[in-house]
């Protein structure tokens, strides 16, 4: 009768040690340091497979003259309809590492109260959205520039995407008036589950999203 040996687990999980040696490498590379302010790394967020060819053609063409930091200022991108999400690669983690369910969008901010139009207030609601990276000042010179306020904001693009907010109104007093977003430059999205990267032949979820009405309040009891 003949015995085998177990074989060796030869990867383990991310963060985990296993039986194979652990290398402390000393040697930080310098070009990689230097490469990494040039270094984006994209993933289409979508079902369907795109041709590659025209992708990159499509990307070339684009981006010809602009600078990683002006790509990623500008973002986001749509290569044939589909989400491009764009991470700048830093020299301290891996390819592997670079996380893709967050990406910046500009939220317009609709019927909120004049007298509530501060940037305070683009923040707090901002917040509700993602991370905020940049607001939009809704007043020049004292003077109402558009009839709804800009943030842009870090978004997990996992999760259904917020149609709106409830905003007390306490001089009126239990009374809430629905203030609602609008996102910029949003394709590949199904209104039916509020998600990005897929269509409705794609998605398996229960509907998740109501229009939304400008028009509507809720009385609090």
Not at 3 to 15: A, F, L, V
Not at 128 to 140: M, N, S, W
Not at 162 to 178: D, Q
Not at 211 to 217: G, H, I, L, R
Request: hydrophobic residues 40%.
């Amino acid at each position: 009768m003949s015995t085998s040996k177990p074989r060796p687990e030869i990867e383990g999980r991310r963060g985990e040690r296993n039986d194979e040696q652990v290398l402390e490498i000393e040697d930080r590379s310098e070009a990689g340091y230097l490469t990494s302010k040039w270094s984006l790394i994209g993933k289409i967020m979508a079902d369907k497979i795109l041709n590659k060819n025209t992708v990159k053609g499509m990307i070339r063409k684009g981006w010809d003259e602009e600078t990683p930091k002006q790509i990623l200022q500008d973002s986001p991108w749509n290569v044939l309809g589909a989400l491009l999400n764009l991470q700048r690669w830093v020299p301290d983690i891996s390819l592997y590492e670079i996380d893709f369910i967050r990406a910046p969008f500009w939220v317009q901010i609709h019927g909120l109260l004049l007298a509530k139009t501060s940037t305070q207030s683009v923040i707090q609601i901002g917040f509700v959205l993602g991370g905020v990276l940049q607001v939009e000042k809704p007043l020049v010179q004292d003077r109402l520039m558009c009839s709804y306020l800009r943030v842009r904001v870090l978004i997990d693009i996992t999760k259904p995407l917020a149609t709106g907010v409830w905003v007390t109104r306490k001089e009126l007093g239990n009374i809430w008036i629905w203030v609602f977003f609008k996102y910029e430059i949003l394709q590949n999205f199904y209104y039916g589950c509020g998600r990005i990267s897929h269509d409705q032949k794609s998605c398996k979820e229960a509907k998740a999203v109501c229009p939304y009405d400008s028009t509507k309040y809720l009385s609090k009891f």
